[in-house]
């Protein structure tokens, strides 16, 4: 089946510095990924859809400034968390729509990236 | 390997009760999780389980048997607008999430 990696698993990071974390999709082409921001035992919350070649839309109340986006090429999206705080830790989770299902419906997720900000 | 297997889809009737099964092969375990996503819209939380037996909430419950890698979601009085997929997700021993591939519920009048 479809796989979607993240890297890293999970970082530790002193505040005011950024960090970027990648989305893969393994095997099959994703012209659409999506960003979640999980918090525990609760939903997931869509921070911005990547498209490949543009730029990504946010959702309300998401700083767009904060939260770099780049979705260079099918099989890759990056988010960059810039200048982070410590209330910007948390487990962040990508998924990918596979093109070549024709299902627009069916997402594949990620691992996951655990994020702490001392 | 890491693995987690549900059936792709699914079709019951309004008002009667459906059980969605999942299987899971995870590298330790730190709970399983049951979420619901419409079509165009993020996953909702259902659930968690982490320790065996059966959690009641609402219409909606969820089990787990640890020994048997299982884990199912059952969904009573069904309703029209529980037509979604449903996706289950266990946790490993570095907290990451293992997803399936999601069961797509189809409810019929």
């Known amino acids: 089946g479809a796989v979607v990696s993240q890297h890293p698993s999970w970082v530790i990071c002193k505040s005011g510095t950024s960090v970027k974390i990648e989305c893969r999709s393994l095997?099959?082409?994703?012209?659409?990924m999506f960003w979640y921001r999980q918090f525990p035992k609760q939903s997931l919350m869509l921070m911005a859809t990547?498209?490949?070649?543009?730029?990504?839309?946010?959702e309300q109340g998401v700083e767009k400034d904060k939260f770099l986006i780049n979705h260079a090429s099918l099989t890759l999206s990056t988010l960059t968390v810039t200048s982070a705080h410590p209330e910007d830790s948390s487990f962040y989770i990508c998924s990918a729509r596979d093109l070549g299902t024709g299902d627009t419906d069916t997402q594949y997720f990620g691992p996951g990236t655990r994020l702490t900000v001392l | 390997g890491q693995n987690i297997d549900q059936p792709t889809e699914m079709t019951a009737t309004e008002g009667a009760i459906v059980q969605i099964n999942c299987t899971y092969q995870t590298s330790g375990f730190n709970g399983l999780f049951w979420y619901q996503q419409h079509a165009g819209e993020a996953p909702t939380f259902l659930s968690y389980?982490?320790l065996d037996g059966l959690e009641e909430k609402g219409r909606f419950s969820s089990f787990l048997s640890r020994s048997k890698g299982y884990s199912y979601l059952l969904l009573k009085e069904l309703q029209m607008k529980d037509s979604a997929s449903y996706l289950c997700?266990?946790?490993?021993?570095?907290?990451?999430?293992?997803w399936g591939a999601g069961t797509k519920l189809i409810i019929k009048p």
């Open positions: 389980n982490v």
């Open positions: 095997d099959f082409q994703a012209t659409t």
């Open positions: 997700a266990g946790m490993d021993s570095n907290y990451q999430l293992i």
């Open positions: 990547s498209n490949e070649g543009s730029k990504a839309t946010y």
